[in-house]
């Protein structure tokens, strides 16, 4: 991808040989350790930084870009109707979700819930999803799921 910003291919294996490997390593490096690597010169090293500002993606977007982002988030159901009414329809799709409170007020099983009701086609030719569950308390349960998958009439 650097070659195409100019970059030679040897500046390349200099740079990899070097430990940067990224272009976010780039990004991270000094222009000073940049200029310490052998045959990098000064300006080399303004080219290279260059083309890494180019190439990264630096999270800024306009208003309008988020705004037509945002029309693609969705709900999705936790399975109660009444949650979900107080929630505003559901969990946003393309978040991130902590849910936590006291032991055994169900958070694992709105957790597990949610796993299936991801899976469930939706609106907007919408044909289910992903989901990462982070179980820092081993609670995760595949046998669980399975039981909230036959009630929603999953395989």
């Known amino acids: 991808v650097l070659q195409s910003h100019g970059i030679n291919v040897a500046d ?3 740079l990899k040989a070097a430990g940067i490997c990224t272009i976010r390593g780039i990004q991270m490096t000094t222009k000073k350790r ?8 000064e300006a ?3 080219k ?3 083309a890494a500002a180019k190439l990264a993606d630096n999270g800024f ?3 309008l870009e988020y705004s037509d982002r945002r029309q693609t988030v969705f709900k999705i159901s936790t399975g109660s ?3 979900d009414k107080l929630l505003g329809g559901g969990i946003e799709s393309m978040s991130i979700t902590e849910v936590f409170g006291e032991f055994r007020t169900g958070k694992t099983q ?3 819930t949610l796993c299936v009701t991801s899976q469930l086609p939706g609106a907007n030719g919408y044909g289910g999803g992903k989901v990462i569950f982070i179980d820092t308390e081993n609670t995760f349960r595949p046998d669980r799921l399975r039981e909230i998958a036959d009630r929603f009439n999953l395989d």
Do not use: D, F, M, R
């Open 48 to 50: 290279i930084k260059e």
């Open 34 to 41: 940049l200029g310490n690597i052998k045959g990098i010169s």
């Open 110 to 112: 709105l957790s597990h």
């Open 81 to 83: 109707q009444e949650l």
């Open 44 to 46: 080399k090293v303004e």
């Open 12 to 14: 390349i294996k200099k």
């Open 61 to 63: 977007v306009t208003a």
